[in-house]
């Protein structure tokens, strides 16, 4: 039987080549089980790509089937439920990608459990031993708490559970790096230790303070005249983004145009994106990270990306943005920014700043 990205506890899948020479896909609820879905195609490619466009129908499905419409009894079923709901289905297709794969190992650990026990006295010291597994990495040990969370928060809310044993548990990551800046020193030795592309792209995300998966998904329609807008994936695709474009930014942008010309003049097509890897391609989200800190490494720098946020609030200071205004377009509390700025910018820069913004507004008036 080929393999498949979609799994369902305990369905059965077959791929058979029929008479006609087509390929087809079964897909079983058990072995020797109701048939729930059927995908077929010319070749076993098509019939995988058939396979992969229905995957909400066929989790659909499986979610109704007999079986699976029981009352939930075990946490087994609470994650059947989870990944057929439309909950689920609106996640952004990087975080349901890392969410599966929790999910499944809950599955492996806790499948069995039973939901009427969930708010038994020593629960949520259970669920705590196997997030403490992982304590030497404690910022994936949160993570996997957090969909755990997740999940029975969703039992709560379809009413299979009476008490969600972890809704309060703290993270075991304490670092808080809202204070942290990507200094101008630091910043130039990064950028002359890396190639063209990756500087770019750190340039970029010095100067408007985009994440990290913002960055790299950004295309040109979402640059205009004087500011950045988009969508940002970190919300589910429900916070419109607004980001200004300084003197610096207008530069890098055009830089970035520049060597999108360059490759359209050699012939090739390069991605829709903004930023582009050396072959034109888009970038992938850990290969940006890497490339920052290979960077930054051999100079001893501790930075990461993500601190270059920081840097981009200090520069829209020093631009004349209030605290408030700069908050608003790095998407912190406001007093996130006052730390940034007592830590890295100078008392008298500050008030320049403030200084020729009102000098600007009364000329304008």
């Known amino acids: 039987m080929q393999r498949s990205a979609l799994r369902l506890p305990g369905t059965h ?12 896909i079964y897909w079983y609820r058990y ?28 989790v659909a499905a499986f979610a109704s089937s007999a079986d699976a419409a029981r009352s939930p009894a075990v946490l087994r079923d609470v994650v059947t439920c989870y990944r057929a709901s439309p909950e689920y289905d609106r996640l952004a297709h990087s975080t349901k990608a890392q969410w599966s794969r929790w999910l499944d190992e809950i599955v492996v650990e806790f499948g069995d459990f039973p939901l009427r026990f969930m708010a038994a006295v020593g629960v949520r010291k259970r669920f705590k031993a196997w997030r403490n597994r992982r304590a030497d990495k404690p910022r994936t040990a949160d993570y996997g708490m957090q969909v755990l969370r997740r999940l029975l ?21 304490r670092a808080n790096r809202a204070d942290q800046v990507v200094e101008p020193e630091e910043l130039a030795k990064i950028l002359g230790n890396t190639t063209r592309e990756a500087a770019l792209a750190i340039r970029l995300a010095a100067e408007t303070g985009m994440r990290r998966g913002d960055l790299i998904a950004l295309k040109w329609e979402h640059v205009l005249e004087n500011r950045i807008e988009f969508v940002t994936g970190k919300s589910g695709g429900r ?62 720098i501790t930075k990461r990306l993500h601190d270059l ?49 009102l000098e600007r507004e009364r000329n304008a008036s």
């Open 13 to 24: 899948r077959v791929t058979k080549r029929l008479a006609n020479g087509r390929v087809a």
């Open 31 to 58: 072995r020797g089980g109701p048939l729930l879905l059927r995908f077929d195609g010319e070749s076993l490619g098509a019939a995988h790509r058939a396979e992969a466009q229905g995957a909400s129908q066929l």
């Open 153 to 173: 928060s969703f039992a709560l809310d379809e009413e299979m559970i009476t008490v969600n044993p972890v809704a309060d548990l703290k993270g075991i990551y």
């Open 239 to 300: 916070t419109h983004v607004i980001v200004p474009l300084t003197d610096a930014a207008q530069g890098v942008i055009a830089d970035l145009r520049a060597r999108r010309d360059e490759f359209i003049r050699s012939g090739r097509v390069p991605h829709a994106t903004v930023l582009l890897t050396q072959k034109g391609t888009a970038w992938r989200p850990n290969s940006l990270t890497q490339a920052f800190d290979r960077a930054r490494t051999p100079f001893g």
């Open 309 to 357: 946020r920081g840097t981009a609030a200090t520069n829209w200071v020093r631009a004349g943005f209030s605290h408030q205004e700069t908050a608003r377009f790095v998407g912190w509390e406001v007093s996130q920014v006052d730390n940034i700025i007592r830590r890295y910018v100078d008392a008298d820069i500050i008030a320049r700043a403030a200084i020729s913004r």
